[in-house]
């Protein structure tokens, strides 16, 4: 099976609230990437809501439910009271469990699921009780793949951020490659899925399919926005695309 494509939304929200205008609209982009062929939307409402809105929601929802009803909502989040509630009343597909600080400026760690893994649990149950496929953050770490699946997640997102961070540096990029790899692998012989997602681009994405053909799919967002910017979404999906090892 070919790596599937979710196209995160979070900077076309940033893009949109710069002014009080409703315009680039999330859901219009939204509509142009499944209509290329992504295979679902992604978006990560932080508690400042400094890009997705909490009013986003719905109608992305009633965007896949009306018009793409194979596709997948994918909603990140940090776990607290307020995501779980706003997660239950969207019904995504998958919820990606991530462990961040409110404060930070973007995802740059996944769980620690050794000390965490008991916190994790009764989430993932409440979570998977609603019918959504969890998957949580995590660092390319194989040995904390075993606590990993002690959550009873459905799958883990590997954190690609030092792999992105690495465009210049090729020794560098065969390093973060085998340790995505070695995680994944262990991942896969828990049981567990496995995504993948941070700063992956058209360049950086073949390299780690290669290594690792089993990756179930990448959600982008920033790098494939820049790409839009120049190729348009519907070229720029259909470019991520065939990095993903889809014939387009
Ligand atoms: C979890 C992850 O790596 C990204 O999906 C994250 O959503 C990026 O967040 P920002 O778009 O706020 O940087
Ligand atoms: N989970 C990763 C994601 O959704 C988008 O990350 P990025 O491509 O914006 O770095």
């Not at 916190?119 to 496929?133: N, S």
Request: charged share 25%; glycine share 8%; aromatic share 6%.
């Amino acid at each position: 099976m070919p790596t599937e494509l979710s196209v995160n939304l979070n900077a076309v929200a940033m893009l949109r609230n710069r002014r009080d205008l409703p315009w680039p609209s999330v859901t219009a982009l939204g509509r142009i990437a499944l209509d290329a062929g992504a295979h679902g939307l992604t978006v990560h409402p932080r508690p400042d809501q400094r890009h997705i809105r909490f009013s986003d929601l719905p109608a992305l929802r009633q965007l896949i439910d009306d018009e793409f009803p194979l596709s997948e909502f994918n909603i990140e989040g940090y776990p607290s009271d307020e995501f779980l509630d706003l997660v239950e009343s969207v019904a995504p597909e998958q919820v990606t469990l991530v462990p961040d600080d409110p404060s930070q400026p973007t995802s740059d760690h996944g769980f620690d699921f050794r000390a965490e893994k008991d916190r994790l649990k009764p989430i993932v149950e409440r979570l998977k009780g609603h019918g959504a496929r969890v998957s949580i953050f995590a660092d390319p770490d194989p040995e904390q793949m075993e606590f990993a699946a002690e959550t009873g997640c459905d799958r883990v997102e590997l954190y690609t951020g030092p792999y992105g961070a690495t465009f210049d540096d090729e020794e560098a990029a065969r390093r973060e490659i085998e340790k995505l790899g070695a995680t994944a692998e262990r991942a896969r012989s828990l049981g567990l899925g496995v995504n993948a997602g941070h700063d992956l681009t058209v360049a950086n994405l073949p390299p780690l399919i290669t290594r690792f053909p089993d990756l179930a799919e990448v959600s982008i967002g920033h790098g494939l926005t820049a790409d839009a910017l120049e190729y348009g979404m519907a070229e720029t999906v259909r470019r991520f695309r065939r990095a993903c090892g889809q014939t387009v």
